[in-house]
């Protein structure tokens, strides 16, 4: 079935450090690609998304690139803050399927000032 | 616009007891699902519902874990027995008509704790 392996933390940086959490999927289609965010005490919502291959997906300074020929879809910052202090979740969804959303495990995430 | 509503936010029980959860989508929202989230790990889809059937319940444990959706809106999410294995974070998502691509939106969770 389809899946999702993400770096697994914690990660601990440095305020304006360049962050980097790594992604790939595995599917027999052409799923739609999500980050998902956790913030502290807070519910998950979406951060970004890309519905094809070469979509790029960006939102609060973050970004990611559906690579289609290496199914990955890597999540990037140039310079984090203390409020991106979060757990981060990258998902898929198959598109010919329920819609439903397959998680990887997350990635704790802490930024120090 | 109100989120998804999800109660309780803690609970706490002994095994083989009952429990149930509930939650309220966003208005509007007809497509709801229900995920289950195992400390360290990403939540796992239980259960989706459109309207009031079901489209999905693949990964629900029908030996204990029931759901109900009877008028399209509201759902409840039960358990009975529960298992020391049952102790997750609930959380209960709702998206729009179609559900393609739409972004689901999240409740706060039900955080179980099974004694």
């Known amino acids: 079935g389809d899946s999702v392996t993400q770096m697994e933390g914690p990660v601990t940086l440095s305020e304006e450090a360049f962050l980097t959490i790594n992604c790939t999927y595995t599917a027999t289609g052409y799923p739609s690609l999500f980050w998902y965010v956790q913030y502290p005490g807070e519910g998950l919502q979406l951060l970004l998304k890309?519905?094809?291959?070469?979509d790029k997906g960006s939102n609060k300074g973050f970004e990611a690139t559906y690579r289609k020929e290496t199914t990955s879809f890597h999540l990037e910052k140039g310079s984090v803050q203390v409020s991106d202090s979060a757990v981060y979740f990258c998902a898929l969804s198959d598109q010919g399927g329920s819609e439903k959303l397959v998680f990887g495990k997350g990635m704790k995430l802490t930024v120090n000032p | 616009e109100a989120g998804v509503a999800q109660s309780p936010r803690y609970k706490i029980i002994e095994k083989r007891q009952s429990v149930a959860f509930w939650c309220n989508p966003i208005?509007?929202?007809?497509?709801l699902y229900w995920y289950q989230q195992i400390l360290g790990q990403g939540p796992k889809l239980l259960i989706q519902f459109q309207n009031n059937g079901v489209v999905d319940d693949s990964q629900l444990p029908k030996d204990r874990f029931s759901a109900e959706r009877l008028k399209g809106v509201d759902s409840t999410l039960k358990i009975q027995p529960a298992k020391l294995e049952d102790s997750a974070v609930y959380l209960c998502?709702?998206?729009?008509?179609?559900?393609?691509?739409?972004?689901?939106?999240f409740g706060p969770g039900t955080r179980l704790t099974v004694l």
């Open positions: 890309a519905t094809k291959a070469d």
């Open positions: 998502a709702s998206t729009s008509l179609d559900g393609k691509n739409d972004e689901q939106f």
């Open positions: 208005s509007g929202h007809a497509t």
